[in-house]
């Protein structure tokens, strides 16, 4: 679209790797170091892993997720993800609503929308009358413990590259003292 409309070589795609990019590469990794001991991830517009910091690491390795893997794919295909997810139902609905909130702000996406109708085949899906609480968050199961979180997501505001406008940076934070101090109690 962006070539038939004359603006293919204004709005390039680099990765991460390209030389124009360390910048942003070496922040985004500064930021989600920094947000140790708390789980932190970037995603792309397709929900990929693109990097994690170690928290976020360990926590999506109890449900096979790596670096390069889909995390939609997780979303709707595997069980091992709704196995590690205490609240799955809670958190599947948030997920049904949040693709189908970013596929409306991106104009509709297929990839997205697909996930979505994935996606309510195994949920009762909200309705549109359905109040949304003020978070929802996910309690991880890893191991013996388990882990209630909730995310902020950040993207970048000044971005003029299609890849890094689709970047994604995840924050997740305790949800309840305990989560607090399993966190700070493994980063000791």
């Known amino acids: 679209m962006l070539q038939a409309a004359g603006f293919a070589q204004s709005y390039r795609r680099r990765d991460l790797d390209h030389e124009q990019m360390v910048h942003v590469r070496d922040e985004v990794t500064w930021t989600l170091q920094r947000h140790d001991p708390y789980p932190a991830l970037a995603v792309d517009r397709h929900w990929t892993l693109v990097m994690a910091n170690k928290s976020a690491t360990m926590l999506l390795a109890s449900a096979n997720i790596h670096v390069g893997d889909s995390m939609l794919e997780a979303a709707i295909n595997s069980d091992e993800l709704g196995d590690s997810i205490v609240n799955w139902p809670d958190v599947a609905r948030h997920i049904h609503t949040r693709l189908r909130t970013e596929s409306a702000y991106l104009?509709?996406?297929?990839?997205?929308?697909?996930?979505?109708?994935?996606?309510?085949?195994?949920?009762?899906?909200?309705r549109d009358t359905d109040l949304l609480p003020a978070i929802v968050p996910t309690t991880y199961r890893a191991g013996n413990l388990e882990l209630s979180l909730f995310s902020t997501i950040s993207q970048f505001g000044t971005a003029e590259d299609i890849a890094l406008a689709d970047l994604k940076i995840e924050l997740m934070f305790p949800a309840d003292d305990a989560t607090r101090e399993m966190l700070l109690a493994q980063a000791a």
């Not at 996406?109 to 994935?118: C, G, S, T, V």
């Open 107 to 126: 104009g509709g996406d297929p990839i997205l929308d697909a996930a979505a109708e994935k996606l309510a085949i195994e949920i009762q899906p909200l």
